[in-house]
Nanobody
Framework: QVQLVESGGGSVQAGGSLRLSCAAS????????KAWFRQDPWKEREGVAF???????SYADSVKGRFTISQDNAKNTVYLQMDSLKPEDTAMYYC?????????????????????WGQGTQVTVSS
């Protein structure tokens, strides 16, 4: 059973930076899509950054150029570096993953494709 544990959330002023981490355990062989989603109480959960097993990445337009997703396979950890934060980035951030077989062009799928989830970490950006 895959388990994901996020850390690194907190409160920051607009323009600041935070780095989220997602430590995984239980991965079996094969390739995994990994992603960061976020949700605030008034919106649906949205994917913001995605990374394939080969390291290729995709981003939502709202965070492109400000957020960077990366992974350390030796540590089974995925990171989300968030720079130039805005108040509208305030949300609960979730790490997610699913195992895929074969070739896919990207991991930018909706939340329904992801079957492993962390408990979330809160990010609050004040103006």
């Amino acid at each position: 059973q895959v388990q994901l544990v996020e850390s690194g959330g907190g409160s920051v002023q607009a323009g600041g930076s935070l780095r989220l981490s997602c430590a995984a355990s239980g991965y079996t062989g094969g390739n995994y899509c990994k992603a960061w989603f976020r949700q605030d109480p008034w919106k649906e959960r949205e994917g913001v950054a995605f990374i394939k097993g080969d390291g290729s990445t995709s981003y939502a337009d709202s965070v492109k150029g400000r957020f960077t997703i990366s992974q350390d396979n030796a540590k089974n950890t995925v990171y989300l570096q968030m720079d130039s934060l805005k108040p509208e980035d305030t949300a609960m951030y979730y790490c997610a993953a699913f195992r895929y077989v074969g070739r896919i062009s990207s991991c930018a799928f909706s939340q329904s494709a992801y079957n492993y989830w962390g408990q979330g970490t809160q990010v609050t950006v004040s103006s």
